[in-house]
Structures are given as C-alpha cells and as structure tokens.
C-alpha cells in the first residue's frame, strides 16, 4: 500500500526564525538526505550489511493498514481499528504510532526500514548506518507525540520497544560522580519501557515513588527528554528533573554517559530540550522518592443555571484556587466547559481523607447554599487508596475497575493496564490542540477577576482544562529547584497551570476508504481551539508551551517550549550533532531544514 497516498499535502511553513535562535550556520546549506529510488539510496547488499551488524533485528517495514486498502470494510481491516482503541497494540506495531494524525499538519506514516533494537550496539549499528548514507533518521519507544515526531516516511526508524528492562538500585550514584554524590534510591529504565510498568515495579512491587506521567502507556525515555509531569509533580518535581544519568548515542556512533559529572552539558540538554534532537537514549536512571501513605482525589461537576451565575462560580473556584491549592498536595485537572460547567477530577497526596475534605468545604458549601445557581451533576466524592496500590493491575481490578482497562489481546500480560481516561488519545486523530502556562500573577487579587472573564470566554467555543500539577507555582521549594535546572522554560517555574484546548476525533486516515476523518468538522474544532486560546493568550500575551503538549503550528516555538535556554539548546546541539542527523518537528535546530526533514535550508 501507498501510505504516501494519505497525506492530502504536507504544509510547507514559513521560515522566520527570531534573530535570537540563529545561533550556528548550517552545515552544507542545501544538501539533502535521500529517498527510495534515489541515486545514494543504499543497496540491497548495504541493507543486508546492517541487517547483519543488528542480529537479524533489521525489518522491511509493511504497514498494517495495508488490509485495509482493497477490503476497508473487511475483518482484518476492522481488527486493526478495534486494535487502534488498545494503546498496547499500537505500542508493540512498529508501522503504528499513538496518533494517527493532525489535519492539515501530519498523518502517521511508516518507515521504509527499522531496527527493532534490543541492545545499545544495535542503536549504534543503525545510528553510524544513517549517517553514513544520508538518511532520515526517526526513533520510536512509545510513539506518543503529537506532533508526528516518532515517524516519517522514506526514513530509517530506530525502534526501541524491546529495550525496556527496569532495574530498582538502593543505593545508586551515577558515573564518575564517586565522592561527589550521595548514594541514593533509583530506578534505571530501558528506553522502550512505558510508565504504566514502570510505576507497578517501583510502587507496586518496591514500595517507592517515581515521578512520571499520568497517561500510563506514554514512554519513560520519551517523557523525561520533554519535561514530563505526573499528578504530583508539585511535591516531587519534573521526571526531567529527577534524572540522574542517562546513556544516549550520539550522533557520531559513541555511546556517552550523561550525568551532572560527565558531559554535563549534554545532561542538561536531556532535561526537558525535547525527545529525540541531541541522541538516541537507550537508558534511563531517576531517582526515587518514599512513598506517602496513601494518594488521594476529589471530583465533582456543577452545573450553573445562567451565564450570570457561571461567571460568579468560575470567579469563586478562582479565589479558593489561591487559597487552597497552590501547595504541594494537590494537581491534575479541573475543567472549564461549554454550557456553563465545571468539572472537577483533582488528585492529592499527603493529607488524609479528612484534611482534604475540610480543604474542599468552603467551596462546596458555597455551591450547595446556592440551590437556584448551581447543581451538582455528579459528586461531590471524596476517596483514597493505599499508595502502594495506585497502579497496582490486581487492586484496581477489583476495586476501581470502572478506571481502568486491559490489553484484550490473547497472550497479554496481565500488567498491561490503561486508564479509562486515557482511551480517547488511542489512535486520536487530532482537530487541534494548544497549551499555555498561566503564570500564578493572575491569581492575585487583583486579576483574578480578568482571569475568571478569559476563562468564561474561552468555554463559550471550546473546553478549556486547567492542569494544576503542570504548573509548579505553590510547590516545594526542592521540586522548584530542580525544574529550575533543567532545559524546560522557566515559565514553568510560575505558573499555577498549564492551560489545554483540544479536540481529537476517532482513529482515521486521509484517503483511507471507509476512514477519513470528516476534514470539514476536525477544521472547524480547530478553529474552535484557536478562539478559546485566544480568550487566554489575552491575559497571558507571553505564555509559553509545554512542548509534549502544545500545537503543530506553535508560532515562536523556540521561545514558548524554552524560553531563555534555547540559545544554550542550540550550542549544544552544534556541538554533538553539528550535521543535524537528529531532525524533530519544532525541535533544537529543526529550524536549519525543510517541514519534512530532508533538506538543510541555506542561511538568508
């Protein structure tokens, strides 16, 4: 099949890039990497030659949509769509990513060749191979970008599923950091291991805590290169910031070690400068942290009678915002929605039962004392869990088995668990999705009113979601310290929130019969987005972006991803990847080539 035939046209953006971030002069100005049929295309022998220097791990990819070009109506092709609903067949097909697409940005498309790797040399073997005979090159562990940076077409993908070992240390202290480190609890993961394991062999099964991220089936590797928060990150930081070490292979074959003793540079380029720009990394090691007693959450949503009575209820949760929830105990999400609707789905930890209740009452009682104003949809409910069985398969089966969901496949192990929540991002084919961060300034008591009005604005087109444990104002001063050095902007560092406003519809395909997207309704959620943003970006004209999170047509992505740390990104991409054989959508350098990858632009 001729998955080329799906893309309706790959936007060809304008360059511009701010004088700013034109740190380094390309290198070879116009050269271009090649394609299939094109004269330098390796030969059969010189694939057969990798094949070789890999074990037998080399594969001719064949995507596996290709049933569904003669027969889309057909079992097979109706097998692989109920397959795009479990993130764990998408993960373990090497031809699929996690999103299938963005309109009129990118629609998922498979390599012509990958090294399904299972050891560093096999990394090292594809990485000197791309280099050598000028091919795209595209790493894939658990394939959950956004933005399309996990695959390309004509490309070679280095595939690191297999790698996903997880090893528990007592007493870790990174290389050549012998007397200058204290031994400490760590976790070393593979680059191919996901999160949802990660959490069950270092909670579940060790009795420790990891700081990762909330959608289970995201990749470890992945999430800590752009930033990465979990539901608690106001207690225990960033993933980017609790890494230790990491080994990566760069772009002249060496395998490095990274840590704050050995090219520490690199290792801080590795904190949160985005997946996939200065090396492929084959391991990670975070630290550990203890684990509370118990971790707990609150939901609720309250339906608001009038618009009238809408903007006092947003501007109410505003002022018990700033009193109660900037601190370390409580994250995740509160959504503002069309039809005057607030929802409520916030995750603490560090409090009892009762001390998180006497948190909410306040609040709660001022909605209930206003019966004509307000109704509770569902909630409000209260609950907490042993800590030690958050993401424990056996427990959550038993006792909250409405929040999660298993890999159906014959054969799947047991510990392969998602949650519910998590369902609508299988194989999503995105309208449009944008992110800011709210800095904590407008909680103060003089904006808070504006703040409330930009909100209410913005839910008039499209929901927006407040993600409290993105933002790291109100949290510890250790988790505050650690962000602070690492590559992610600083704005971070500020902010109560990051702001989301998306919209994604079913797993499809441009030009696949019988599993177009409907282009026309996908444009108009997008436009959507765009105004709900826009409501917000006028409180908060300078807001930056998460880079994991944000959208594909990011307008001054250097700035808004990194901030004041870009110039120094882009040294050190110059300095380990002065070819740019490391080439990612909006990532350190992208702006020396083409949309696609393939041509390095002449310097104006």
């Known amino acids: 099949m001729d998955r080329r035939s799906f893309l309706k046209g790959t936007l060809t953006l304008p360059f511009a890039p701010g004088a700013a971030w034109a740190q380094a002069a390309p290198t070879n100005p116009g050269v271009s990497r090649v394609r299939p049929g094109q004269p330098g295309w390796p030969s059969e022998a010189s694939w057969d030659s990798l094949d070789r220097n890999v074990a037998g791990r080399l594969i001719k990819v064949q995507s596996s949509l290709g049933v569904c070009q003669d027969s889309p109506n057909g079992i097979a092709c109706r097998d692989v769509f109920k397959g795009l609903k479990n993130p764990y ?93 204290a031994a400490q609890p760590a976790v070393s993961v593979g680059a191919g291991a996901i999160w949802m394991h990660t959490y069950n062999e270092v909670t579940t099964k060790s009795g420790r805590y990891v700081q990762g991220g909330g959608c289970g089936t995201v990749g470890v590797a992945g999430l800590v290169q752009g930033g990465g928060f979990g539901s608690y990150s106001k207690n225990y930081g960033t993933a980017a910031a609790s890494l230790l070490e990491a080994e990566i292979v760069t772009a002249d074959g060496l395998v490095r070690i990274a840590n704050a003793c050995t090219n520490a540079d690199l290792f801080w380029a590795l904190k949160g400068g985005g997946g996939g720009s200065f090396g492929v990394v084959t ?250 943003m826009a409501a917000l970006r006028r409180v908060a004209p300078d807001a930056g972006s998460y880079v994991a999170e944000s959208s594909y047509f990011e307008a001054d992505w250097q700035r808004s991803y990194w901030g004041p740390n870009y110039p120094r990104l882009r040294a050190i991409k110059a300095k380990y990847d002065p070819a740019g054989l490391f080439f990612v959508h909006h990532g350190v350098g992208s702006e020396d080539w083409t949309p696609d990858g393939f041509t390095r632009r002449a310097r104006l």
């Open 283 to 532: 391991r990670v090691t975070l630290r550990t942290h203890a684990l509370p007693s118990f971790f707990g959450g609150v939901s609720a949503t309250i339906q608001a009678s009038s618009d009238a009575a809408f903007n006092r209820l947003v501007g109410r949760f505003l002022d018990f915002c700033a009193k109660s929830l900037l601190d370390p105990h409580w994250g995740e999400i509160v959504n503002v929605r069309p039809g005057n609707r607030l929802d409520i789905q916030m995750a603490f930890q560090g409090l009892t039962l009762e001390e998180a209740d006497a948190v909410w009452q306040p609040f709660l009682q001022w909605v209930v004392a206003a019966p004509n104003d307000f109704s509770f949809v569902t909630g409000p409910r209260l609950r907490s869990i042993p800590a030690r069985h958050r993401w424990n398969p056996d427990y959550l089966k038993t006792y909250a088995p409405a929040a999660v969901r298993f890999d159906d496949r014959a054969g799947a192990s047991p510990d392969n668990m998602f949650w519910s929540a998590n369902v609508s991002e299988a194989g999503h084919f995105i309208h449009d999705f944008e992110s800011a961060w709210l800095p904590a300034a407008l909680l103060q008591a003089d904006r808070r009113s504006e703040l409330a009005q930009a909100l209410v604005a913005a839910a008039r087109h499209s929901t927006v979601e407040l993600h409290f444990q993105k933002g790291l104002a109100g949290g510890t001063d250790d988790a505050i310290a650690a962000a602070r050095d690492t590559a992610m902007n600083p704005a971070v560092l500020d902010a109560f929130a990051l702001a989301i406003v998306a919209s994604e519809g079913p797993p499809a395909y441009p030009g696949l019969r019988g599993h177009e997207p409907d282009l026309a309704d996908a444009r108009r959620n997008a436009e959507k987005v765009g105004k709900a």
């Open 89 to 181: 067949y998408i993960g373990d097909d090497l031809s699929l990513t996690q999103t299938t697409g963005w309109v009129d940005a990118w629609t998922s498309q498979p390599s012509v060749y990958a090294v399904a790797a299972r050891r560093t040399q096999d990394v090292v073997a594809a990485v000197n191979f791309a280099r050598e005979n000028n091919l795209r090159l595209v790493v894939k562990g658990g394939g959950h970008s956004y933005l399309g940076t996990s695959n390309a077409p004509d490309s070679l993908l280095i595939w690191t599923r297999a790698m996903n070992d997880i090893v528990r240390h007592d007493a870790f202290v990174a290389q050549g950091c012998a007397g200058q480190q």
